[in-house]
Protein backbone atom coordinates (compact mmCIF):
# COMPACT_ATOMS: atom_id res chain seq x y z
CA UNK A 1 0.00 0.00 0.00
CA UNK A 2 3.17 2.57 0.66
CA UNK A 3 4.19 2.25 -2.57
CA UNK A 4 0.86 3.29 -4.24
CA UNK A 5 1.38 6.58 -1.99
CA UNK A 6 4.96 7.07 -3.30
CA UNK A 7 3.46 6.00 -7.07
CA UNK A 8 1.18 8.81 -6.33
CA UNK A 9 2.98 11.38 -4.98
CA UNK A 10 5.11 11.03 -8.56
CA UNK A 11 2.01 11.29 -10.59
CA UNK A 12 0.55 14.36 -8.36
CA UNK A 13 4.33 15.55 -9.46
CA UNK A 14 4.11 15.08 -12.88
CA UNK A 15 0.81 16.76 -13.67
CA UNK A 16 1.57 19.53 -11.65
CA UNK A 17 4.40 20.25 -14.02
CA UNK A 18 2.87 19.35 -17.04
CA UNK A 19 -0.03 22.05 -16.26
CA UNK A 20 3.16 24.43 -15.62
CA UNK A 21 4.55 23.51 -19.04
CA UNK A 22 0.88 24.00 -20.88
CA UNK A 23 0.87 27.16 -19.30
CA UNK A 24 4.17 28.33 -21.24
CA UNK A 25 3.32 26.69 -24.23
CA UNK A 26 -0.10 28.55 -24.08
CA UNK A 27 1.02 31.99 -22.72
CA UNK A 28 3.91 31.84 -25.68
CA UNK A 29 6.64 34.90 -25.28
CA UNK A 30 4.16 36.37 -22.71
CA UNK A 31 4.99 33.19 -20.47
CA UNK A 32 8.57 35.34 -19.62
CA UNK A 33 6.92 37.50 -16.91
CA UNK A 34 6.51 34.40 -15.03
CA UNK A 35 9.93 33.62 -14.47
CA UNK A 36 11.10 34.57 -11.51
CA UNK A 37 13.78 37.77 -11.51
CA UNK A 38 12.98 38.49 -14.95
CA UNK A 39 8.95 39.71 -13.93
CA UNK A 40 11.07 42.61 -11.91
CA UNK A 41 12.80 44.07 -14.94
CA UNK A 42 11.49 46.88 -16.32
CA UNK A 43 10.01 47.24 -19.63
CA UNK A 44 12.70 48.67 -21.61
CA UNK A 45 15.07 45.93 -19.94
CA UNK A 46 12.57 43.46 -20.68
CA UNK A 47 12.89 44.42 -24.74
CA UNK A 48 16.77 43.53 -25.05
CA UNK A 49 15.82 39.37 -24.13
CA UNK A 50 14.52 36.89 -26.24
CA UNK A 51 11.53 36.10 -24.56
CA UNK A 52 9.97 33.74 -27.33
CA UNK A 53 13.07 31.61 -26.33
CA UNK A 54 12.70 32.13 -22.33
CA UNK A 55 9.06 30.72 -22.88
CA UNK A 56 10.21 27.69 -24.58
CA UNK A 57 13.29 26.74 -22.70
CA UNK A 58 10.78 26.97 -19.46
CA UNK A 59 7.98 25.04 -21.26
CA UNK A 60 10.73 22.73 -22.31
CA UNK A 61 12.05 22.42 -18.69
CA UNK A 62 8.61 21.74 -17.00
CA UNK A 63 7.43 18.96 -19.91
CA UNK A 64 10.64 17.71 -19.16
CA UNK A 65 10.47 17.74 -15.51
CA UNK A 66 6.80 16.15 -15.57
CA UNK A 67 8.27 13.51 -17.93
CA UNK A 68 11.22 12.62 -14.69
CA UNK A 69 8.53 12.63 -12.67
CA UNK A 70 6.08 9.75 -14.77
CA UNK A 71 8.87 8.22 -14.88
CA UNK A 72 9.58 7.82 -11.43
CA UNK A 73 5.79 7.06 -11.04
CA UNK A 74 6.07 3.55 -13.02
CA UNK A 75 9.83 2.99 -11.20
CA UNK A 76 7.86 2.64 -8.01
CA UNK A 77 5.52 0.11 -9.30
CA UNK A 78 8.76 -1.98 -10.07
CA UNK A 79 11.30 -0.88 -7.70
CA UNK A 80 8.84 0.52 -4.13
CA UNK A 81 9.46 4.25 -2.92
CA UNK A 82 12.85 3.85 -4.06
CA UNK A 83 11.49 4.56 -7.50
CA UNK A 84 9.87 7.84 -6.75
CA UNK A 85 13.71 8.96 -4.43
CA UNK A 86 15.50 7.80 -7.64
CA UNK A 87 12.81 10.38 -9.93
CA UNK A 88 13.48 13.30 -7.59
CA UNK A 89 17.16 13.11 -7.58
CA UNK A 90 17.33 12.58 -11.02
CA UNK A 91 14.75 15.50 -11.20
CA UNK A 92 16.91 18.12 -8.70
CA UNK A 93 20.39 17.41 -10.96
CA UNK A 94 18.33 18.37 -13.89
CA UNK A 95 16.61 21.51 -12.15
CA UNK A 96 19.78 23.02 -10.46
CA UNK A 97 21.92 22.45 -13.89
CA UNK A 98 20.20 25.66 -14.91
CA UNK A 99 19.46 27.34 -11.92
CA UNK A 100 21.93 30.42 -11.16
CA UNK A 101 20.79 33.21 -8.67
CA UNK A 102 22.87 35.41 -10.31
CA UNK A 103 21.12 37.72 -12.88
CA UNK A 104 23.51 37.59 -15.83
CA UNK A 105 24.37 34.05 -15.50
CA UNK A 106 20.10 33.16 -15.42
CA UNK A 107 19.05 35.46 -18.51
CA UNK A 108 22.72 36.25 -20.43
CA UNK A 109 22.18 33.78 -23.16
CA UNK A 110 18.57 34.97 -23.83
CA UNK A 111 20.16 38.84 -24.70
CA UNK A 112 19.14 39.76 -28.19
CA UNK A 113 22.20 40.53 -30.07
CA UNK A 114 22.26 44.41 -31.17
Partial sequence: MLENEWSVAGL???IMF????LIFAIMKEKGASLIAGYNF???EERKK??????SKDMRNLFF????IFLVG???????????????????L?????????DDEKAF????KKE
Fill in 12 to 14: IMS
Fill in 18 to 21: FIFG
Fill in 41 to 43: KSK
Fill in 49 to 54: YDEKQM
Fill in 64 to 67: ISSL
Fill in 73 to 91: MIATYILGKIGFWISFIVW
Fill in 93 to 101: IYFFRDFHI
Fill in 108 to 111: GKYR
